[in-house]
């Protein structure tokens, strides 16, 4: 692990009185800024910390991750070197995956996780990935690949400049779903909550209800109104939730 690009995690608020931590961990594409104004919007026993990956935002000049352990071992590394104490987990799309395996080690590690929110997601048992070797695709087919199965994630790149930033990273991002290996392990001991977005090209023919598998505590889903950015059109309506899961706990 010595030589692996480093994770970190941006804390746009310290509150050092919090009792729980919350890591939020971006869809493909997208940088810890996306969750910026999210701690505004939850209370000061909530602190919320974002997952950067290299490749994006201020680390655009580093190669983005595109195999599954190495990304995962720089992300174990970055979560050992938080401070004792309580966390929960919350991952959109690409992120809801890292999110998962992120908390199957903290809870194998002694850190106490009080909950898991994974969100744009279909349960990973359900079906695997459609083999597609990426590199082959041109910046065409990878726009068109994206709109049939995110929505507005293709459609937000027709911007010439906003496409030449975006797409290498969604590029190595889609290689590092493609890699992930299959996702067996004893189901965690936290709840588990899914969230959908109800227009959501990605998740509109699963049965999410899957997810339950990943948890041998409570579980819900909550439907959100929007495509697969729904988190970002709608946040105050998921905010509103997690507020709520981890005020129980």
């Known amino acids: ?18 009792r729980i931590r919350l890591i939020c ?21 909530i602190e919320l910390l974002a997952l950067q990956l290299p490749g994006r935002e201020e680390r655009l000049v580093e190669n983005p991750f595109t195999s599954w352990q190495p990304m995962h071992e720089s992300v174990c590394r970055a979560l050992d070197r938080l401070p004792p104490g309580p966390v929960a987990f919350f991952g959109h799309s690409l992120g809801a995956m890292i999110a998962l395996e992120a908390a199957r080690y903290v809870s194998t590690g002694g850190r106490r ?9 279909h349960w990973p048992g359900d079906s695997v ?10 910046d065409n087919k ?15 790149m027709e911007n010439p400049e906003v496409r030449e930033m975006v797409l290498p990273v969604l590029r190595a991002d889609f290689s590092l779903l493609m890699s992930c290996p299959e996702m067996r392990a004893e189901p965690l001991p ?39 950015l729904f988190h970002m059109e709608r946040p105050e309506e998921v905010l509103q939730h997690i507020r709520s899961h981890l005020e129980k706990t």
């Open 113 to 121: 996780l009080k909950h898991v929110f994974v969100s744009g997601r």
């Open 25 to 45: 961990v971006p869809h493909a594409g997208a940088g810890a800024s996306i969750y910026q104004k999210w701690s505004s919007q939850l209370p000061e026993t």
């Open 142 to 156: 990878m726009l068109t690949l994206f709109t049939a199965r995110y929505g507005t994630q293709g459609a937000a």
């Open 129 to 138: 990935e459609e083999g597609i070797d990426i590199s082959q695709l041109t």
């Open 190 to 228: 936290c709840p588990v909550t899914v969230f959908s977005g109800s227009e959501d090209p990605g998740t509109a023919d699963k049965d999410l209800s899957l997810w339950q598998a990943e948890t041998r505590a409570a579980f819900s889903h909550h439907v959100i109104p929007g495509g697969h």
């Open 1 to 18: 692990m010595e030589n692996l690009p480093e994770t970190v995690l941006r804390c746009p608020a310290p509150r050092p009185m919090a």
